[in-house]
């Protein structure tokens, strides 16, 4: 294949290590506001907080709450549906 089969491999590996730049950084920020998760396999966690149970896919960032199987994006949009109130002002400091 060549120049195009080189670049594949290429994008498909850093696909990868984004993929697991993003999970330990989500999973670091779940720490840090002290949210617990139980680990299902090594890409599917389940959150429970503030009466809600969520599904969560850190490498994604896909999380939907079992309640009403809404898929949403982004662990800023967690953090919001969980009730964390110092997020919004944390994360405009970060950017």
């Known amino acids: 294949m060549g120049d ?14 984004k993929k697991k730049s993003n999970a330990e950084w989500s999973l670091a920020k ?10 299902k396999n090594y890409t599917h966690y389940i959150i ?3 009466g809600k149970t969520l599904d969560y896919y ?5 999380w939907w709450d ?7 994006r982004g662990i800023r949009q967690l ?5 964390i109130k110092r ?8 950017n």
């Not at 850190?58 to 896909?62: D, E, F, I, Q, V």
């Not at 079992?66 to 949403?72: L, P, S």
């Not at 953090?79 to 009730?83: A, F, Q, S, Y």
Request: with cysteine; proline share 2%.
């Open 79 to 83: 953090l919001n549906h969980l009730e």
């Open 48 to 50: 429970t907080h503030n």
């Open 66 to 72: 079992r309640a009403n199987k809404k898929q949403c």
């Open 4 to 17: 195009v089969g080189e670049d594949f491999r290429a994008y498909r590996a850093w696909r990868r290590e």
């Open 87 to 94: 997020v919004e002002e944390e994360m405009e400091n970060e």
């Open 58 to 62: 850190p490498s994604t960032g896909l």
């Open 30 to 39: 779940l720490d840090e506001y002290g949210i617990s998760y139980q680990t």
